[in-house]
Every structure is written in C-alpha cells, then in structure tokens.
C-alpha cells in the first residue's frame, strides 16, 4: 500500500459468511497477533456488527467482511494502483 497510501503498508482482506463468522475471523486474527507479537490494534472499528471489521495495526490494517459488504465498498478497485497479491488460507492452524 505504501506506494498509494501514507497510513500503511498492507492492507489485509477477509471474508465472513454471517456476522458471527466475521467475528471469529477477527477474534482469531487478533489474538494470534497479540499473543505471538504482543501487537495491540491502534484502533478497532465494526467489531459490535460484524458485518465489516477493521482493525488498525499501523502497519497493517485487517479489514473483515460479510460478502455483501466487500462487494459494496469494493477496496480492490478503490486501491487499485497498490499492488494485489490474492492469497487462499482455508486450512491453515
């Protein structure tokens, strides 16, 4: 993202199926990142809807998203210039 944007380097993108879904996406993204960093978010917003999570890490910003959300706010063509590197994770532990 640096490129494109002063606040961050990478913006990171999820997917939730239902609000419950993207809340255990974020609930296992930060406390993996606080227990193996003891990295604390600068900021966390959505996290009471579920329905798009951000999480601000300074570095990385975590956006989490019900499918219908994603769509709407498109970040991939609103960041279009920044470099897209697609990774798929299903199965990781």
């Not at 990385?60 to 470099?83: I, K, M, P, S, T």
Request: net charge negative; with cysteine; glycine share 6%.
């Amino acid at each position: 993202m640096r490129p494109v944007c002063s606040y961050t380097d990478f913006f990171v993108l999820a997917t939730g199926q239902s609000p419950r879904q993207t809340k255990a996406i974020w609930d296992e993204v930060h406390a993996r990142l606080k227990h193996e960093e003891e990295a604390l978010p600068a900021s966390v917003a959505g996290e009471s809807e579920g329905r798009w999570i951000v999480g601000d890490y300074i570095d990385v910003v975590f956006h989490v998203f019900q499918e219908e959300a994603r769509r709407f706010y498109a970040l991939e063509r609103l960041w279009g210039d920044a470099a897209n590197e697609t990774r798929v994770f299903a199965g990781l532990s």
